[in-house]
Every structure is written in structure tokens, then in C-alpha cells.
């Protein structure tokens, strides 16, 4: 094979890296003065999820931390509701709380579950989600929707605020295992004239 054919396949390659966490994470009281900044600020934010059923607020998950290793929230909540009229939407409002002020970071619509979806054959989702909030930081992290260069000589770059959420969306079953998603409206034929 030669060199130019080898180079070709090369040129042909979708490479995606992947990172991964194998190392250990540094202990803050080792850490240079600017990231024991940034991680101190860090801890003061947290998230949580506001659930909106037909438009209507019907929950909110309890405000949960990021772990300060990779920026995961764990909020890992039960919601139980009893509904009385048929699901016209489930919409989710991620929110970000900082101290005792809290903003919407995005807001996303979810898929109402067939009603053969139970809670115990439900399967996990996920959705990505993105804000264009602007959000300047004040340490060395390089904040949301701002300008920056990560050398003097590099192009600047904006970063937008970006995350995936997995959930769970299903029927629970009465005493008799029937599902309690409610019937669906009865079909009405359209007549024209």
C-alpha cells in the first residue's frame, strides 16, 4: 500500500475524541489560588428542574450541586402526578440557582409517553439542551456566550452554555396492572359540504 493511499484513508476518517476522567482529581488545598477560586464559586451554584404539565407548574426538583470533578448534577428525583386531562404538553425548565437568585437556563419540551410506556418498561431519554445567556465570569473560568482567547495569538471563541438531561417519562399501572394514561378522545369523523 502506498503512502499516498494510506494518507488518503486518513484524510476519509471521522475521528471524534473522547474524554474521559482516569486521572485523580486534585484536591483543592493543592490547587494554584485562581481554581481554588473557580471551584469555590462553583459550589455556590446549583440546579434544579421546574416540570410544567399543559402549561401549568405542577413541580420542582429539589436544588442540587455539581460535582466539582465533572460537572454532572445529580438530581435523581421521583414525580408522581394524577392527571385529569390528557397531556397536551410536558415541558422542562432547567434552572440554575446562585445563592438565593435564580435564572431559567433552558427551557425544553419532552415527549408525552404512548400509553403502553409503563414505569416498568419505561427506557431513559435524552435531550441536549443550549442557552445563549451571556454569563462574563469574574475568575479564570471563560464564562457563557462571551469572547475569549485562550492565548494572546488564538482566534477568540465563544462558548454557549450546553448540557444533556436524561429522564424518564411513563404511565404508572392501577391494582389490576392497566395502565392510568387517560383514554384518548373519541374520533370524530370531519364532513364537508
Known sequence: MSTDSVNQKADQLDLVPVLTMCGVVTP?????????????????????????????????????????????????????????????????????????????????????????????????????????RAIKAYYTGVGSNVPFKLEKEDAEMCLMTSGRLLYVVSWAVDESGFPMAPTAPPHRPSFTR
Open 28 to 132: 483543592t488545598s493543592c490547587c494554584p489560588p485562581d481554581e481554588k477560586v473557580r471551584r469555590y464559586e462553583l459550589a455556590n451554584h446549583k440546579v434544579s428542574v421546574n416540570i410544567f404539565y399543559n402549561g401549568k407548574h405542577v413541580s420542582t426538583s429539589e436544588p442540587s450541586m455539581f460535582d466539582n470533578s465533572d460537572f454532572r448534577v445529580q438530581i435523581q428525583q421521583m414525580f408522581n402526578m394524577q392527571i385529569v386531562h390528557s397531556p397536551d404538553n410536558i415541558m422542562l425548565e432547567i434552572c440554575e440557582t446562585v445563592k438565593q437568585k435564580s435564572t431559567v437556563v433552558a427551557k425544553m419540551y419532552v415527549p408525552i409517553p404512548d400509553r403502553n410506556t409503563l414505569s416498568s418498561n419505561a427506557t431513559m431519554e435524552r435531550s441536549e439542551f443550549s442557552s445563549d
